[in-house]
C-alpha cells in the first residue's frame, strides 16, 4: 500500500468486478465485522473512505442534478485525490467551490481549475494569491458583496495588470417577524441592492463580472426528519415551502437584471446544497449546483426528508478498556463539529450497531466511553467506528484516508493536513 500515490481502477476493472466481490453489507453487523476485518492490521485511530459508498453517492448526486453542473464544495472534501476522484466519475461535476484564497492558490499549483471562492477575500496578500493565478492563465473567481470589497480587489488586480473575475454572492435568506429563517451572509437580496455593484464592475478595467451565487442555507442546510421532534420538522417544512418561490423570484430577477437590462453575460448562475439539489434544480435560471457534504454523508444529513445518501466517510477509534461489562472506552475521539453547540455537532458511533455515547462524557479529548449491548463481542483493541457531524472537518484530524473498496485497503491518500496545509 502506497502512501501518496493515488490508484484509480479503469473502467473495464470495474467491470470485471463479479457479483460476487465483498461490498458492504447492508445488515449493520455483518458491517461492523466487514470492517474490523479489513482494519485488523491497522494502527488506530484512522479515517477511511468506502469507495463502493463514496460511488453511490456519486451517481445519485449526478442523477439528482438533473442536467445541471455540479461544483464540489471542497471544505466539505478537503483532499485532492478525493476530489480528483469525484470530478473524473461524470462530466456533470465541473469545477470547486473554495473556503480560502490560499486554497484556491494551492488547489490550482495541484492542477485544478475553475475555482470559485465561496466567501468574501479582503487580505491583500490573499488577494494578490488570487490575481497570480488568474495570472498564470487559472480562473479563480472571487466573492463580493460590497462596493468596499470590490475596490479593494481593484487595487490588487491593478498592482498585478490582470482583469479579475467577480462573483456577487446574493442572500437567500427568508425574513420573517421575529425569525431570521437562514443564515447571515450577504447584504445583497434584490435588484436595487445589486444595481450599484454591477454598474461598478461595469465601468472598471481591472474586475469583470463572472457570476452570481445564491446558497439557500434554510433548504440545504436544515434538516427536516429528526427523530422524536415532530412539530420542529413539521414548522421547518412548512419554512421551507414558504422560502422556495421567494428564492425562484428574486434570483430569476436579479439573472434577468444582469442579462438583459446590464447587458452582461453570467458564466455561472450558483445555487444550493447537498440538502437542496431536489429543489434547486428546478430553477432555469440556476447553471450549477454545490454539492459537498453528500459526498462523504455525515450524520447532520441523516436527518431530511427528501433523501439519505451512504456513510461513505468514517473513523476508527481502539477500546482500551472496559470500566463496566457494557462500557467501553476507547482512546481520542472528540472530533467535535463547528456551528452553533449541540448534540447535533458530537460524532456519533456508527458501528457496532446500538453504540452511543456516554451523556456525562460525549466524545472526549483523550477518552470516549461508549455503550454498547448488542450481541458482539467486543474486547480491546477492537475498534469502535465513528462518523462526524459534518463532511470535511474530520479530515482536519487525520492526514491520511484509507481508501476501502471491495473488502480490501486498495490505498491511503493525504487529506489537507497531510499536505502540511491548513487554511481556517
Known amino acids: 500500500m502506497s502512501t501518496h500515490k493515488e490508484v484509480f481502477l479503469t473502467t473495464a476493472q470495474q467491470g470485471s468486478l463479479s457479483s460476487t466481490t465483498p461490498h458492504p453489507p447492508e445488515q449493520l453487523d455483518a458491517r461492523y465485522e466487514y470492517y474490523r476485518e479489513i482494519f485488523k492490521t491497522q494502527r488506530k485511530p484512522f479515517a477511511f473512505v468506502d469507495l463502493d459508498l463514496l460511488q453511490q453517492n456519486v451517481e445519485r448526486i449526478a442523477t439528482q442534478a438533473g442536467g445541471k453542473h455540479i461544483r464540489l464544495a471542497s471544505k466539505s472534501i478537503r483532499s485532492t485525490a478525493i476530489l480528483r476522484r469525484i470530478l473524473e466519475a461524470n462530466s456533470c461535476f465541473q469545477g470547486i467551490m473554495c473556503f480560502t484564497a490560499r486554497e484556491a492558490a494551492f488547489l490550482a499549483e495541484q492542477g485544478f481549475d ?8 479582503w487580505n491583500e496578500e490573499d488577494l494578490a494569491e488570487i490575481a497570480r493565478v488568474n495570472a498564470q492563465g487559472k480562473r479563480a473567481v472571487l ?7 470590490i475596490a479593494q480587489v481593484e487595487r490588487v488586480a491593478q498592482q498585478f495588470a490582470v482583469r479579475l473575475p467577480l462573483c456577487l454572492d446574493i442572500d437567500m435568506s427568508l425574513p420573517l417577524p421575529g425569525l431570521h429563517f437562514g443564515v447571515w451572509r450577504s447584504p445583497l437580496r434584490t435588484v436595487a441592492d445589486v444595481r450599484p455593484l454591477v454598474e461598478h464592475i461595469q465601468g472598471s478595467e481591472h474586475i469583470l463580472l463572472n ?21 420542529k420538522n413539521t414548522l421547518v417544512r412548512l419554512l421551507k415551502r414558504r422560502s422556495l418561490p421567494d428564492i425562484a423570484r428574486r434570483r430569476a430577477e436579479i439573472v434577468r ?34 454539492v459537498g457534504s453528500g459526498f462523504y454523508s455525515p450524520t447532520l444529513f441523516d436527518n ?30 472528540g472530533y467535535t463539529a463547528s456551528g452553533a453547540v449541540g448534540l447535533d455537532k458530537q460524532p456519533q458511533p456508527y458501528l457496532p450497531e446500538g453504540a452511543r455515547l456516554d451523556p456525562m462524557e460525549g466524545a472526549g479529548e483523550v477518552q470516549t466511553p461508549v455503550h454498547y449491548k448488542g450481541a458482539l463481542a467486543l ?35 493525504t487529506t489537507y493536513r497531510g499536505d502540511g496545509k491548513c487554511f481556517l
Open 211 to 231: 457570476g452570481i451565487m445564491g446558497y439557500e442555507a434554510q433548504i440545504a442546510g436544515v434538516g427536516d426528519a429528526f427523530a422524536g421532534q415532530r412539530a
Open 379 to 413: 474486547h480491546p483493541g477492537d475498534p469502535i467506528f465513528m462518523r462526524h457531524a459534518k463532511a470535511g472537518e474530520v479530515c482536519e484530524r487525520f492526514t491520511h484516508l484509507l481508501l476501502v473498496q471491495s473488502g480490501t485497503i486498495i490505498d491511503e491518500v
Open 143 to 149: 466573492m463580493v458583496d460590497s462596493l468596499e470589497q
Open 304 to 333: 431530511y426528508q427528501a433523501f439519505r445518501y451512504q456513510p461513505a466517510l468514517g473513523y476508527a477509534i481502539e477500546i482500551v478498556r472496559r470500566p463496566q461489562p457494557q462500557i467501553y472506552t476507547c482512546q481520542g475521539g
Open 257 to 290: 437584471y444582469i442579462q438583459e437590462e446590464a447587458g452582461l453575460p453570467l458564466r455561472v448562475v450558483n445555487g444550493g446544497g447537498t440538502g437542496s439539489v431536489h429543489t434547486t434544480r428546478t430553477e432555469t435560471a440556476v447553471t450549477e449546483i454545490t
Open 114 to 121: 475553475d475555482l470559485l471562492l465561496g466567501y468574501p477575500t
